[in-house]
Protein backbone atom coordinates (compact mmCIF):
# COMPACT_ATOMS: atom_id res chain seq x y z
CA UNK A 1 0.00 0.00 0.00
CA UNK A 2 1.33 3.21 -1.17
CA UNK A 3 1.15 5.99 2.04
CA UNK A 4 2.94 8.77 3.65
CA UNK A 5 2.69 9.57 7.40
CA UNK A 6 3.96 12.68 8.61
CA UNK A 7 5.18 13.15 12.02
CA UNK A 8 7.35 15.94 13.71
CA UNK A 9 4.48 19.01 14.77
CA UNK A 10 3.94 20.36 18.01
CA UNK A 11 3.50 23.67 19.76
CA UNK A 12 6.98 26.13 19.36
CA UNK A 13 7.69 29.66 20.45
CA UNK A 14 8.32 32.45 17.75
CA UNK A 15 12.04 32.43 16.37
CA UNK A 16 12.17 28.39 17.45
CA UNK A 17 12.95 25.92 14.56
CA UNK A 18 10.66 22.23 14.29
CA UNK A 19 11.69 19.15 12.06
CA UNK A 20 8.85 17.53 9.99
CA UNK A 21 9.04 13.91 8.66
CA UNK A 22 7.37 12.31 6.52
CA UNK A 23 7.82 8.16 6.21
CA UNK A 24 6.60 6.70 2.82
CA UNK A 25 5.96 3.34 2.10
CA UNK A 26 5.07 1.25 -1.00
CA UNK A 27 7.13 3.49 -2.79
CA UNK A 28 10.45 5.22 -3.02
CA UNK A 29 10.89 8.76 -2.01
CA UNK A 30 14.23 9.68 -3.96
CA UNK A 31 12.26 8.57 -7.32
CA UNK A 32 9.53 10.93 -7.32
CA UNK A 33 9.06 14.89 -7.03
CA UNK A 34 7.86 15.04 -2.95
CA UNK A 35 5.96 18.46 -1.67
CA UNK A 36 5.02 20.13 1.80
CA UNK A 37 1.73 22.11 1.63
CA UNK A 38 0.39 23.84 4.82
CA UNK A 39 -2.81 24.76 5.45
CA UNK A 40 -3.28 27.69 8.34
CA UNK A 41 -6.88 26.67 10.11
CA UNK A 42 -9.43 27.36 8.16
CA UNK A 43 -7.88 28.74 5.84
CA UNK A 44 -6.94 27.10 2.41
CA UNK A 45 -4.03 25.18 0.60
CA UNK A 46 -0.69 26.81 0.16
CA UNK A 47 2.24 25.50 -1.52
CA UNK A 48 5.42 25.63 0.86
CA UNK A 49 8.24 23.15 -1.00
CA UNK A 50 9.19 20.57 -3.66
CA UNK A 51 12.48 18.32 -3.89
CA UNK A 52 12.75 17.16 -7.22
CA UNK A 53 14.35 12.99 -7.52
CA UNK A 54 17.01 14.70 -9.18
CA UNK A 55 17.69 16.90 -5.70
CA UNK A 56 16.55 19.87 -6.79
CA UNK A 57 14.78 22.37 -4.00
CA UNK A 58 11.97 24.82 -4.39
CA UNK A 59 10.13 26.84 -2.10
CA UNK A 60 7.41 29.58 -1.53
CA UNK A 61 8.79 32.92 -0.91
CA UNK A 62 7.39 32.90 2.24
CA UNK A 63 9.48 30.37 3.65
CA UNK A 64 12.15 30.74 1.54
CA UNK A 65 15.53 31.33 3.24
CA UNK A 66 13.64 29.92 6.70
CA UNK A 67 12.69 26.33 5.59
CA UNK A 68 14.40 23.67 4.07
CA UNK A 69 13.23 20.19 2.64
CA UNK A 70 15.71 17.24 1.92
CA UNK A 71 15.15 13.28 2.36
CA UNK A 72 16.97 10.17 4.02
CA UNK A 73 17.01 7.45 1.20
CA UNK A 74 17.88 5.09 3.37
CA UNK A 75 15.11 5.95 5.89
CA UNK A 76 12.76 6.35 2.58
CA UNK A 77 11.58 9.45 4.64
CA UNK A 78 11.25 13.36 3.71
CA UNK A 79 11.86 16.06 5.76
CA UNK A 80 11.00 19.95 6.45
CA UNK A 81 13.55 22.03 8.55
CA UNK A 82 11.78 25.08 10.09
CA UNK A 83 14.18 27.59 11.32
CA UNK A 84 12.86 30.87 12.81
CA UNK A 85 8.99 30.21 13.09
CA UNK A 86 6.59 33.12 13.07
CA UNK A 87 2.76 33.01 13.98
CA UNK A 88 1.83 32.85 10.22
CA UNK A 89 3.59 29.51 9.89
CA UNK A 90 0.76 28.17 12.11
CA UNK A 91 -0.87 25.24 10.15
CA UNK A 92 -1.42 21.61 9.30
CA UNK A 93 1.62 20.44 6.91
CA UNK A 94 1.12 18.26 4.61
CA UNK A 95 3.42 15.79 2.62
CA UNK A 96 2.56 14.90 -1.00
CA UNK A 97 3.73 13.01 -4.23
CA UNK A 98 3.77 14.14 -7.23
CA UNK A 99 1.92 11.86 -9.55
CA UNK A 100 3.75 10.21 -12.34
CA UNK A 101 2.58 9.16 -16.00
CA UNK A 102 5.64 6.47 -17.15
CA UNK A 103 3.93 5.97 -20.44
CA UNK A 104 3.93 9.50 -21.26
CA UNK A 105 6.78 11.15 -18.56
CA UNK A 106 4.34 13.54 -17.42
CA UNK A 107 3.81 14.56 -13.94
CA UNK A 108 0.13 15.56 -13.32
CA UNK A 109 -0.51 16.74 -9.52
CA UNK A 110 -0.20 15.28 -6.13
CA UNK A 111 -1.72 11.70 -5.75
CA UNK A 112 -0.47 10.64 -2.40
CA UNK A 113 -0.76 12.78 0.64
CA UNK A 114 -0.13 12.36 4.34
CA UNK A 115 -2.70 13.08 6.97
CA UNK A 116 -1.05 15.80 8.11
CA UNK A 117 0.78 17.47 11.27
CA UNK A 118 -0.44 20.46 12.78
CA UNK A 119 2.29 23.35 13.99
CA UNK A 120 1.48 26.09 16.15
CA UNK A 121 4.04 28.90 16.57
CA UNK A 122 2.82 30.81 19.86
CA UNK A 123 4.56 32.19 22.96
CA UNK B 1 3.04 33.76 -9.84
CA UNK B 2 0.41 32.42 -11.02
CA UNK B 3 -3.05 33.70 -9.58
CA UNK B 4 -5.78 30.86 -9.27
CA UNK B 5 -9.43 31.87 -9.13
CA UNK B 6 -12.30 30.04 -7.94
CA UNK B 7 -16.10 31.05 -8.33
CA UNK B 8 -18.19 30.48 -6.61
CA UNK B 9 -16.75 31.00 -3.24
CA UNK B 10 -19.83 28.35 -1.68
CA UNK B 11 -22.30 26.52 -3.69
CA UNK B 12 -25.52 24.95 -2.51
CA UNK B 13 -27.05 22.66 -4.81
CA UNK B 14 -29.91 19.95 -4.55
CA UNK B 15 -29.06 15.94 -4.40
CA UNK B 16 -29.23 14.60 -7.83
CA UNK B 17 -28.61 18.22 -9.49
CA UNK B 18 -25.56 19.30 -11.28
CA UNK B 19 -22.70 21.24 -9.39
CA UNK B 20 -20.46 23.24 -11.73
CA UNK B 21 -17.34 25.06 -10.21
CA UNK B 22 -14.91 27.34 -11.89
CA UNK B 23 -11.30 28.34 -12.08
CA UNK B 24 -9.43 30.55 -13.85
CA UNK B 25 -5.76 31.25 -13.66
CA UNK B 26 -3.81 34.42 -14.94
CA UNK B 27 -1.73 32.85 -17.56
CA UNK B 28 -2.12 30.11 -19.50
CA UNK B 29 -1.22 26.87 -17.70
CA UNK B 30 -0.92 24.52 -21.03
CA UNK B 31 2.70 22.79 -20.51
CA UNK B 32 5.82 23.19 -22.28
CA UNK B 33 4.99 20.78 -24.90
CA UNK B 34 1.69 22.13 -25.38
CA UNK B 35 -0.63 19.73 -25.08
CA UNK B 36 -1.40 19.60 -21.53
CA UNK B 37 -2.85 21.96 -19.29
CA UNK B 38 -1.27 21.25 -16.36
CA UNK B 39 -4.44 21.65 -13.80
CA UNK B 40 -5.44 19.60 -11.12
CA UNK B 41 -8.85 19.65 -8.72
CA UNK B 42 -8.72 18.16 -5.23
CA UNK B 43 -11.73 17.54 -3.02
CA UNK B 44 -11.25 18.05 0.82
CA UNK B 45 -13.27 16.75 3.02
CA UNK B 46 -13.57 17.64 7.11
CA UNK B 47 -10.81 16.86 8.86
CA UNK B 48 -9.07 14.95 6.33
CA UNK B 49 -5.66 15.47 3.67
CA UNK B 50 -7.53 16.75 -0.10
CA UNK B 51 -7.74 13.83 -2.97
CA UNK B 52 -7.02 14.15 -6.05
CA UNK B 53 -10.29 14.11 -8.34
CA UNK B 54 -8.43 14.99 -11.72
CA UNK B 55 -5.73 16.10 -13.56
CA UNK B 56 -4.31 17.76 -16.87
CA UNK B 57 -7.59 19.56 -16.80
CA UNK B 58 -10.11 16.28 -17.75
CA UNK B 59 -8.23 13.15 -16.74
CA UNK B 60 -10.15 11.82 -13.28
CA UNK B 61 -7.78 9.95 -11.07
CA UNK B 62 -8.16 6.09 -11.03
CA UNK B 63 -11.28 5.38 -8.66
CA UNK B 64 -12.67 8.71 -8.63
CA UNK B 65 -16.47 8.10 -9.43
CA UNK B 66 -17.67 9.27 -13.30
CA UNK B 67 -20.05 11.95 -12.07
CA UNK B 68 -16.72 14.16 -11.38
CA UNK B 69 -15.30 15.75 -14.79
CA UNK B 70 -13.11 18.60 -15.66
CA UNK B 71 -13.10 20.57 -18.67
CA UNK B 72 -11.79 24.25 -19.86
CA UNK B 73 -7.88 24.46 -21.58
CA UNK B 74 -5.17 27.54 -21.40
CA UNK B 75 -6.46 29.77 -18.43
CA UNK B 76 -10.19 28.92 -17.62
CA UNK B 77 -11.45 25.66 -16.37
CA UNK B 78 -14.37 23.74 -14.75
CA UNK B 79 -15.01 20.95 -12.39
CA UNK B 80 -18.45 19.34 -13.00
CA UNK B 81 -20.22 17.01 -10.44
CA UNK B 82 -22.92 15.33 -12.74
CA UNK B 83 -25.45 14.20 -10.00
CA UNK B 84 -24.24 15.22 -6.61
CA UNK B 85 -24.52 12.56 -3.93
CA UNK B 86 -24.40 13.27 -0.39
CA UNK B 87 -20.42 11.94 0.19
CA UNK B 88 -19.26 15.18 -2.16
CA UNK B 89 -19.82 17.84 0.52
CA UNK B 90 -16.53 19.19 0.81
CA UNK B 91 -14.24 22.20 -0.23
CA UNK B 92 -13.03 21.69 -4.04
CA UNK B 93 -9.46 23.56 -5.09
CA UNK B 94 -8.10 23.72 -8.35
CA UNK B 95 -4.14 24.04 -8.23
CA UNK B 96 -1.63 24.53 -11.49
CA UNK B 97 1.47 22.70 -11.52
CA UNK B 98 2.62 23.88 -14.05
CA UNK B 99 5.01 26.94 -13.03
CA UNK B 100 7.03 26.96 -9.28
CA UNK B 101 5.16 28.18 -7.00
CA UNK B 102 2.43 25.84 -7.38
CA UNK B 103 -0.38 27.41 -6.96
CA UNK B 104 -4.60 26.81 -5.83
CA UNK B 105 -7.58 28.51 -5.87
CA UNK B 106 -8.99 30.00 -2.84
CA UNK B 107 -11.59 27.02 -2.46
CA UNK B 108 -14.99 26.60 -3.23
CA UNK B 109 -17.29 25.22 -0.55
CA UNK B 110 -20.13 22.51 -1.97
CA UNK B 111 -22.92 22.01 0.42
CA UNK B 112 -26.48 20.50 -0.04
CA UNK B 113 -29.83 22.15 -0.08
Known amino acids: EVRLVATGGGLIQPGGSLRLSCAAS????????MNWVRQAPGKGLEWVSL???????YYADSVKGRFTISRDNAKNTLYLEMNNLRAEDTAMYYC?????????????????WGQGTTVTVSS | DIVMTQSPDSLVVSLGERATINCKSSQSVLGGSRNKDHLAWYQQKAGQPPKLLIY???TRESGVPDRFSGSGSGTDFTLTIGSLQAEDVALYYC?????????FGQGTKLEIK
Open chain 2, 56 to 58: WAS
Open chain 1, 96 to 112: ARMGYDSSSTYYYGMDV
Open chain 1, 51 to 57: IYSTGST
Open chain 2, 95 to 103: QQYDRIPYT
Open chain 1, 26 to 33: GFTVSNNY
